[in-house]
């Protein structure tokens, strides 16, 4: 009777780790080889481009993951450090977030790097009108009047910030310049008869709501005519009470 030629239990175990032990080796070596994956859980998908990752980040903000959007353009901005259009991405992510220092400093980098880049520079302002600093929203607004000087809306821009800020001087001069450049904007003109009445300008308070009535009915606009009339009528009013009586109706304490 021949002799067994089968291995014992042990040896056979020995060899089967060993051949474990073999394939393990070569997946290491394969993983480390491909190198520059996207994410270590998935190492088949290589790394994005620094585009692919900002158009991924602006689907991310669009359904509100903001911190994943920002992570994105952080991995982009690793890649460019000076791509101006991911740190204008990164500020208006910031700014969707409600994180308005951050918005403001990623505004700030873009114009480091391009100070005339008008969108940038329009983003700051809105963040600054945002948290109600009303005057550095007015000079960002004014820095791209200088290239923009027929633009009507960035002068209503402008005007809204002074008058909040109560600069009714700059207010009543950029109205002026939305009615120059626009005659019909019917919004100016009942802007500015307010801007009028705060500064106790009768006359030309009533001569821009005339203006704005008889544009509101050309336009059709009731709620502009309506508006018009009703502050018409206050002031026609205001104006017929003497110095003491207009404080006593509009100073505390009201009598």
Same mark, same amino acid.
């Given at each position: 009777?021949?002799?067994?030629?089968?291995?014992?239990?042990?040896?056979?175990?020995?060899?089967?780790?060993?051949?474990?032990?073999?394939?393990?080796?070569?997946?290491?070596?394969?993983?480390?080889?491909?190198?520059?994956?996207?994410?270590?859980?998935?190492?088949?998908?290589?790394?994005?481009?620094?585009?692919?990752?900002?158009?991924?980040?602006?689907?991310?903000?669009?359904?509100?993951?903001?911190? =994943? @959007? #920002?992570?994105?353009? %952080? +991995?982009? $901005?690793?890649?460019? *450090?000076?791509?101006?259009? !991911?740190?204008?991405?990164? &500020?208006?992510?910031?700014?969707?977030?409600?994180?308005?220092? =951050? @918005? #403001?400093?990623?505004? %700030? +980098?873009? $114009?480091?790097?391009? *100070?005339?880049?008008?969108? !940038?520079?329009?983003?700051? &302002?809105?963040?600054?009108?945002?948290?109600?600093?009303?005057?550095? @929203?007015?000079?960002?607004?004014? +820095?791209?009047?200088?290239?923009? *000087?027929?633009?009507?809306?960035?002068?209503?821009?402008? &005007?809204?910030?002074?008058?909040?800020?109560?600069?009714?001087?700059?207010?009543?001069?950029?109205?002026? +310049?939305?009615?120059?450049?626009? *005659?019909?904007?019917?919004?100016?003109?009942?802007?500015? &008869?307010?801007?009028?009445?705060?500064?106790?300008?009768?006359?030309?308070?009533?001569?821009?709501?005339?203006?704005?009535?008889?544009?509101?009915?050309?336009?059709?606009?009731?709620?502009?005519?309506?508006?018009?009339?009703?502050?018409?009528?206050?002031?026609?009013?205001?104006?017929?009470?003497?110095?003491?009586?207009?404080?006593?109706?509009?100073?505390?304490?009201?009598?």
């Amino acid at each position: 009777m021949k002799p067994s030629t089968r291995k014992p239990p042990a040896e056979q175990r020995a060899r089967s780790h060993s051949r474990l032990a073999g394939v393990l080796i070569l997946l290491a070596v394969a993983v480390v080889g491909c190198g520059g994956k996207e994410e270590a859980g998935d190492g088949a998908r290589p790394a994005l481009s620094p585009k692919a990752l900002m158009e991924r980040a602006a689907e991310r903000e669009r359904v509100g993951a903001y911190a =994943e @959007a #920002i992570e994105d353009l %952080q +991995k982009a $901005l690793q890649a460019e *450090p000076e791509n101006t259009d !991911a740190h204008e991405q990164v &500020a208006r992510v910031y700014d969707a977030w409600d994180k308005r220092e =951050e @918005a #403001i400093a990623a505004y %700030q +980098k873009v $114009l480091g790097l391009k *100070p005339g880049r008008e969108s !940038a520079r329009m983003g700051l &302002a809105a963040v600054y009108s945002r948290q109600t600093r009303n005057l550095l @929203a007015a000079s960002e607004y004014l +820095k791209v009047a200088k290239t923009r *000087p027929g633009d009507a809306e960035l002068h209503f821009k402008i &005007a809204l910030e002074y008058w909040y800020a109560q600069n009714l001087l700059e207010t009543v001069r950029h109205y002026q +310049k939305v009615i120059e450049l626009v *005659p019909d904007y019917v919004q100016a003109h009942l802007n500015l &008869a307010s801007v009028y009445e705060r500064q106790k300008k009768w006359d030309l308070a009533m001569r821009e709501l005339d203006l704005a009535i008889k544009l509101g009915r050309e336009k059709n606009d009731e709620q502009a005519i309506a508006i018009a009339e009703r502050k018409l009528k206050f002031i026609q009013g205001r104006e017929s009470m003497t110095a003491e009586e207009l404080d006593r109706k509009t100073q505390p304490p009201f009598n």
